[in-house]
């Protein structure tokens, strides 16, 4: 059974357009992450939760924002899509030290294209 | 900053044993070692972590040397689906729980 729900697994969104990327978890766990990932490239931390507190990376653009309405769903919303947003974009989600096994769930991803 | 350096390649024949390598010179105390793997066109799967004892699961073995400024996965009997990009991270623990790739090494299992 999926832990790590991402829909939809494909997004096509016009140039300019705000678009938003779901992701929800089934495993109750209170760390949650975005990644974006190029072709070819490794997985680039965006932004995650842990529990309500958010933290940004440095240099994640201001295009990118989230959201995380409770623990089992989290949002990225990309306010104006360019060209170079296009992507794989995976949401994971971990437990903390604290409460145990700290490995990270990924979901399958979502592929977006920018026409 | 890249915490890890992996090769950016390897191959390993089906039925033998994949050595993967990462250095991790910089390491600090509380740090962690992760692998994980990512198959194509799917999401990261993790494989294995530790903190300075070798570990060992149903998937991999982990060994990280004495001083713990390098480390290397095993996984004892490659098959074809074992063909992946393999990363090593290291994490430390903090309350912020980041997980930052590095390049990984892209291991090519053939027949």
């Known amino acids: 059974d999926a832990m790590v729900i991402q829909n939809p697994r494909y997004q096509v969104t016009q140039f300019g357009k705000p678009v938003t990327l779901s992701c929800s978890q089934t495993?109750?766990?209170?760390?949650m992450y975005w990644y974006q990932q190029k072709s070819s490239q490794a997985p680039k931390l965006l932004f995650h939760y842990y529990d309500k507190d958010f933290n940004n990376e440095a240099d994640t653009p201001d295009n990118f924002q989230s959201r995380r309405p409770n623990t089992s769903f989290c949002f990225l919303d990309i306010r104006s899509p360019g060209l170079g947003d296009a992507a794989m974009y995976l949401c994971?989600?971990?437990?903390?030290?604290?409460?145990?096994?700290?490995?990270?769930?990924f979901g399958q991803g979502t592929r977006l294209t920018v026409v | 900053d890249a915490k890890t350096t992996q090769p950016p390649s390897m191959d390993c024949a089906e039925g033998r044993a994949a050595n993967l390598p990462c250095n991790h010179s910089t390491i600090s105390g509380n740090e962690y070692v992760y692998w994980y793997r990512q198959i194509h066109s799917q999401g990261p799967q993790y494989i294995i972590h530790g903190l300075k004892n070798n570990e060992t699961n149903e998937m991999a073995s982990l060994i990280i040397t004495e001083d713990r400024k390098s480390s290397t996965l095993i996984l004892p009997h490659a098959t074809l689906r074992d063909t992946a990009v393999y990363y090593c991270i290291v994490r430390a623990l903090y309350n912020t729980d980041k997980l930052i790739f590095g390049t990984g090494t892209r291991l090519q299992v053939f027949p």
């Open positions: 495993l109750n766990h209170n760390v």
């Open positions: 994971a989600t971990s437990r903390d030290r604290v409460a145990g096994s700290t490995e990270a769930f």
